[in-house]
């Protein structure tokens, strides 16, 4: 089953707009402005990521609302990979997409993950986001290994560390908010 919308919070929302807008390059399809709260207001924007599902940024303005930080891992203290959003790509699309990243100032990371390569850049608020090709089809013997994992009081660490290339942008952009 698709997914409709994934929805996050931004700080910055002429930066968000930008990076997803022409780093990802995103159209925007559709905003919605409500009231927040008791003492504020929200737009809620709608990006559509090229297959009809979408993705969707809060800018969220009320004078009662606390700090916070929009980055969904760091802002917990957890590394900034581990919640991130993962977006369907082409094997072959990969190098235009990093190409798109570095020439908009973001760094990019690849990473050969053995059954799919990624890209990975972080958006202006913290958020890690990924291109992602999946490089091979699962086999029954995947889907015995991954039940057998899952089972695994202390499941056995992959043997080797996958391949990764760092790609650094030669100008910076609001890669990311301080």
Same mark, same amino acid.
């Given at each position: 089953m698709a997914f409709h919308h994934v929805a996050v919070a931004t700080r910055d929302l002429e930066a968000t707009h930008r990076f997803y807008s022409e780093a990802m390059g995103?159209? *925007?399809v559709?905003?919605?402005?409500?009231p927040y709260m008791e003492n504020g207001w929200a737009r809620h924007l709608f990006y559509d990521t090229g297959n009809g599902e979408m993705l969707a940024i809060w800018d969220l303005h009320d004078v009662d609302l606390p700090d916070f930080d929009p980055a969904i891992s760091t802002g917990l203290g957890l590394p900034s990979f581990v919640n991130h959003i993962a977006f369907d790509s082409g094997f072959d699309d990969l190098d235009a997409k990093r190409d798109r990243w570095l020439a908009h100032g973001f760094d990019v990371v690849r990473i050969d993950h053995g059954w799919c390569t990624s890209i990975y850049a972080n958006d202006p608020n913290g958020i890690m986001v990924?291109?992602? #090709?999946?490089?091979r089809v699962f086999t029954a013997d995947d889907h015995r290994e991954a039940r057998e *994992? *899952? #089972?695994a009081a202390e499941p056995p660490f992959n043997r080797t560390e996958p391949p990764?290339?760092?790609?650094e942008a030669r100008s910076r952009h609001d890669?990311?908010?301080?």
């Open positions: 995103f159209e *925007l559709r905003v919605e402005t409500i990924e291109f992602c #090709a999946t490089t *994992l *899952l #089972a990764m290339q760092f790609f890669a990311t908010i301080s």
